[in-house]
Structures are given as structure tokens and as C-alpha cells.
């Protein structure tokens, strides 16, 4: 009898910390949406399918390394925070890549990659896909394939977290365009 009641007990813990750490995750992703700073990202085309998530648009970004500020040497795969700026078009732009959390600004997690003799630091977004609704997403990601040079993504900042807002090709959301796109004109 106490065995099955210890089990139980065992059972429900182990399933309200599984979900809270889901809905933690989610909220986290929320919270950053809504009340993030919006950055732009250049972007260019990459094509995918997750067959837990389904269709998305797979993004690869212009930026692909800068400037590391820390005193060791930066390995392969390791966490980095990249501190953020604007560029003169008001696209994002990593100024810098730091080991520790930056005190103040905005910044987000990221991956580090190989290190050049110029003290520069390749990186791997931790937002890399854009989902969409699985009849739009097939269309989307042709209609991204064929504008790639004039795209971007909008990209919520807080925290350290970073979630895709929108995809845009010219000024028009991603979305919009899938839609219209095979429609025949008038």
C-alpha cells in the first residue's frame, strides 16, 4: 500500500516538473514576442521539414561572425552572448560576441564556431526557423528562394532570447505573399 501511494507521488512530481518546464519554455518564447526590442536580420534561403513541427523556412543569416571579447580563446560549440547594434539601414548587426552575460543592452545566445587569427568568432543563431502553416509553407519558402537577396527576418529581443516574429521579402510579410502568390491576375 505504501509503495503504490510512493509511486503515485513519484508519478505526479515527475509530470508537474515535465510541465512546467514545457510551459516555462513556452511563456519564455511568449513573453520575449510581446514585449521584446524588434531587430531585423539579413537573411539567405535554406529548404526543410521537421516531422514533429512540420513545414517551416529554414533561415541562414548574413552575419556569421564578429568580434570576440573575451580573454580566453573562444571553442567550438561553446555558449556566447552577441551583443546587438544597428546599422545605418536599421538592420541588426552583432557587434560583438562576450563569454559572460552583458550587463546592459540587448543580446542573445549563441553558438560559437571556428575562431580566425583576426580575433573573430563564427556563430550559429539559436532561431534559425520560420514555422508556417503547412499549406502556405511550400509557397512561402519559393517565393523566399526566389527574393532571397530581399529578405529579412524580425526578430524579438529579450532577455538573452531571441524568437522570429515575422519573415519579410521586400516590405511585405512572408505570409501575404504565400498567399497571393499562385493567384491569377486580373
Known amino acids: 500500500m505504501k509503495s503504490s501511494r510512493i509511486v503515485l507521488i513519484l508519478f505526479w ?22 514585449k521584446g526590442k524588434a531587430y531585423k536580420f539579413k537573411t539567405a ?4 521539414y521537421d516531422a514533429f ?12 561572425e564578429a568580434p570576440w571579447e573575451g580573454e580566453a580563446r573562444a571553442r567550438r560549440g561553446d555558449s556566447a552572448y552577441a551583443v ?5 539601414d536599421g538592420f541588426a548587426r552583432v557587434a560583438r560576441l562576450t563569454p559572460e552575460r552583458p550587463e546592459s543592452g540587448d543580446y542573445f545566445r549563441v553558438k560559437t564556431g571556428y575562431s580566425s587569427k583576426s580575433n573573430h568568432v563564427s556563430f550559429s543563431f539559436s532561431f534559425d ?5 503547412e499549406r502556405k509553407a511550400t509557397e512561402a519558402e519559393r517565393v523566399y528562394r526566389e527574393n532571397s537577396r530581399n529578405t529579412y527576418a524580425v ?6 532570447v531571441g524568437v522570429i516574429e515575422d519573415l519579410f521579402v521586400g516590405d511585405k510579410p512572408i505570409r501575404e505573399l504565400a498567399t ?6 486580373p
Open 45 to 48: 534561403p535554406v529548404d526543410p
Open 13 to 34: 512530481v515527475v509530470a508537474l516538473v515535465q510541465l512546467t518546464v514545457a510551459t516555462s519554455q513556452l511563456w519564455r518564447s511568449e513573453w520575449t514576442l510581446r
Open 180 to 185: 497571393t502568390a499562385r493567384r491569377p491576375l
Open 53 to 64: 513541427r512540420g513545414r517551416y523556412v529554414a533561415l541562414a543569416f548574413e552575419q556569421r
Open 84 to 88: 546587438l547594434s544597428e546599422d545605418a
Open 129 to 133: 526557423r520560420f514555422y508556417m502553416e
Open 155 to 160: 526578430v524579438r529581443v529579450r532577455d538573452g
